[in-house]
């Protein structure tokens, strides 16, 4: 079975500039996140989705990113515009549900990298 | 907002040497699970602990939830350099949605 797949895994940018973020959950998965992880930390929650309804985004910094997540399968993840401190890995995770007995799954994650 | 602070954060050691990493915070969670992350990759979860005092066991780990179900500690007996990595906790609190808050994370060296 495949794994949360995310892309692209590497992006440099300058800031200022868009750049968008594609997650592929697990078959079946109804719960999706996105997390970012500063280098040297642990993940942070930004939004997470159940189907397609956003139901926690109280981390998500609105001004500048948006995510979306259509027919409750891929999700993508915008920056506009990128910041410096945007620097991080955003990790996109996905679950069957959301009680604690269901697990959550990680991708690999993309790398951003603002100059 | 609750805290979960992990300690050390680096640990250097010799292959066939004991450890032990803490996972502390001053908040009660639902339960408490441990991942362990290798570099370019996601967190893979080890073990999820729900009862306060609860130990379980995988292979040359340990894990043990705090009577409170504020703490939990994980022990790696003759670590060998295949457990090199960051391992982190995140706590699960029902009452928000069951929502994951992890740690900082301990990263582990083990050398040959």
């Known amino acids: 079975e495949a794994g949360v797949v995310q892309s692209p895994r590497y992006k440099i940018i300058e800031k200022k500039q868009p750049v968008a973020f594609w997650c592929n959950p697990i078959?079946?998965?109804?719960?999706l996140y996105w997390y970012r992880q500063n280098l040297g930390q642990g993940p942070e929650l930004l939004i997470r989705?159940?189907?397609?309804?956003?139901?926690?985004d109280s981390q998500l910094p609105k001004d500048r990113f948006s995510a979306e997540r259509l027919k409750g399968v891929d999700s993508t993840l915008k920056i506009q515009p990128a910041e410096l401190g945007d620097s991080a890995v955003y990790l996109c995770?996905?679950?069957?549900?959301?009680?604690?007995?269901?697990?959550?799954?990680f991708g690999p994650g993309t790398r951003l990298t603002v100059l | 907002t609750q805290l979960l602070e992990q300690s050390p954060q680096f640990l250097s050691i010799q292959e066939g040497e004991n450890l032990t990493v803490y996972c502390n915070s001053s908040?009660?969670?639902?339960?408490l699970q441990w991942y362990r992350q290798e570099p370019g990759e996601g967190p893979v979860l080890l073990v999820t602990?729900?009862?306060?005092?609860e130990v379980k066991k995988l292979k040359r780990l340990t894990f043990q939830f705090g009577d409170a179900r504020k703490d939990s500690s994980l022990h790696i007996t003759a670590a060998q350099p295949g457990d090199t990595g960051l391992y982190l906790c995140?706590?699960?609190?029902?009452?928000?949605?069951?929502?994951?808050?992890f740690g900082g994370g301990t990263r582990l060296m083990v050398k040959p």
């Open positions: 908040s009660v969670f639902s339960s």
């Open positions: 078959s079946g998965h109804n719960t």
């Open positions: 989705y159940e189907n397609e309804e956003a139901v926690d």
């Open positions: 995140a706590g699960e609190d029902n009452n928000a949605g069951n929502m994951l808050t």
């Open positions: 995770a996905s679950s069957f549900g959301t009680s604690g007995t269901d697990t959550q799954y």
């Open positions: 602990v729900v009862t306060g005092g």
